[in-house]
C-alpha cells in the first residue's frame, strides 16, 4: 500500500526528508515519528520554497502551473471543477486538465511519492482515501454541492420485459465500505470480475437482499451501460455477477457519460447504476428523466469536491492563489 510506504518512508528519511519536502507546508508526516510537525517545520519549508508560501498559507498555484488535475473530460467533477474556476477568485487563471482517472490516480501516487502538492477532482466513495492521506479542499460557495446518491436509472418498459432483473435492479443498495472493499480489491490488482465475485461470495446476506422475490432465469440477454470511473466499474460488475448467477446473459458496456445516459433514456440498453445526484449528472438528468425509470439510490453520502493531500497548507478552495 501506498500510504503504508509513504509513513515508512517519511519515518526512516527522518529530518533530511523535511527538507526535500519543502514548499509543501511541512505536514504531520515530515517530522520525527509521534511528533506533530508543527510550525517550526511549517516555517522551515517555507524559506526552502524559495518564497512561494506566504505567512498567511501555503499557495501553490505557480508551483502547479495553475493546474487541477482531472479526468475524463465528461465527468460531473470535471464540470463542476471548470465552473468552480470561474466562481473563485483563488482559482482565476487555473485550468482544469482532463486525461482519465486512471492517469489522476497515478499523478496523486507520483505527487505522494515525492510530497509534492497536488490538487486533483475528487469523490467519495473512492479507494484512494484508503490509499492516501488526503482532504477536501472546503467549498464555501457550494460549487459541487453536497451530499450525493448514486441512482440506478433504467429504460422504460423493462419491468414488463425482465421483470426478474427488475427486482434486482430495484432491490441493489449498498453502503460506502462495500463498495470501498471492491474498489481496493481491484487497485491491489484483482480484475474487476474477480473483486465482484468475491464480494458476491463473502456478502451473501447482502446479496440476498437484492435477490429476493427474483426468480432465476435461462439466459435471457440484458445490457447495462458504465463509464471507467473507479466507483462505477465496482458497481456494474458485482450487479453483472449477481444478474449473471440468476441466468442472465448479461453485457457491461463502457461508455462516455452523457452517451451512458442518452442510450438508457433511448431504451438502446438497459439500464445503469452510476446516475450521480442531484448536482454530478444534475444537467443530464434534467435531460432525460422524461424517458428513464429512476429505481431510487444504490448508495448514499457519496460527494465530489477538489482533493489534495493532507500534507498541503490548504484547507479551501479560497486558500489556493490565482494566476494573475
Ligand atoms: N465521478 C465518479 C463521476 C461520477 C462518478 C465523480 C468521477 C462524475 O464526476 O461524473
Redesign the pocket.
Known amino acids: 500500500m501506498r500510504k503504508f510506504n509513504w509513513k515508512r518512508l517519511s519515518v526512516a528519511a527522518g529530518l533530511s526528508f523535511t527538507l526535500v519536502a519543502a514548499g509543501c507546508g511541512g505536514g504531520e508526516e515530515s517530522g520525527e515519528e509521534g511528533s506533530e510537525g508543527g510550525e517550526q517545520t511549517t516555517e522551515e519549508t517555507s524559506e526552502e520554497s524559495g518564497g512561494e508560501s506566504s505567512e498567511g498559507g501555503a499557495a501553490y498555484g505557480e508551483e502547479l502551473d495553475y493546474t487541477i488535475t482531472g479526468?475524463e473530460p465528461g465527468?460531473?467533477?470535471?464540470q463542476a471543477s471548470e465552473n468552480a474556476t470561474e466562481e473563485y477568485e483563488s482559482l482565476a487563471g487555473w485550468e482544469v486538465e482532463t486525461s482519465s482517472?486512471g492517469a489522476m490516480a497515478t499523478a496523486l501516487g507520483e505527487a505522494f511519492d515525492n510530497e509534492e502538492p497536488i490538487v486533483v477532482t475528487g469523490?467519495s466513495p473512492h479507494w484512494k482515501f484508503e490509499a492516501y492521506d488526503l482532504k477536501y479542499l472546503e467549498d464555501p460557495q457550494g460549487v459541487f454541492g453536497e451530499a450525493e446518491e448514486i441512482k440506478t436509472m433504467v429504460r422504460e418498459g423493462l419491468e414488463e420485459d425482465l421483470p426478474n432483473a427488475y427486482t434486482v435492479l430495484d432491490q441493489f443498495e449498498w453502503s460506502e465500505d462495500d463498495m470501498n472493499s471492491v474498489m481496493l480489491e481491484i487497485n491491489e490488482g484483482a480484475t474487476p470480475e474477480e473483486a465482484a465475485e468475491n464480494f458476491v461470495e463473502e456478502n451473501q446476506d447482502v446479496v440476498d437482499t437484492w435477490t429476493e422475490g427474483a426468480e432465476e432465469v435461462d439466459g435471457k440477454e440484458i445490457e447495462l451501460v458504465y463509464v471507467e470511473?473507479d466507483?462505477?466499474v465496482a458497481s456494474t460488475n458485482v450487479v453483472a455477477n449477481v444478474l449473471t448467477d440468476l441466468g442472465f446473459d448479461v453485457t457491461i458496456t463502457p461508455l462516455d457519460?452523457a452517451v451512458m445516459w442518452e442510450s438508457v433514456a433511448n431504451g438502446d440498453v438497459d439500464g445503469m447504476v452510476?446516475a450521480?445526484l442531484p448536482a454530478?449528472?444534475g444537467d443530464l438528468y434534467e435531460q432525460h428523466k422524461d424517458n428513464l425509470v429512476d429505481l431510487g439510490a444504490n448508495l448514499e453520502g457519496a460527494k465530489?469536491g477538489l482533493v489534495v493531500p493532507e500534507y498541503m497548507d490548504v484547507d479551501s478552495i479560497e486558500d489556493l492563489d490565482p494566476a494573475n
Not at 75 to 78: F, N, S
Open positions: 479526468i465527468a460531473g467533477v470535471v482517472s469523490w470511473w466507483t462505477e457519460n452510476a450521480w454530478t449528472h465530489i
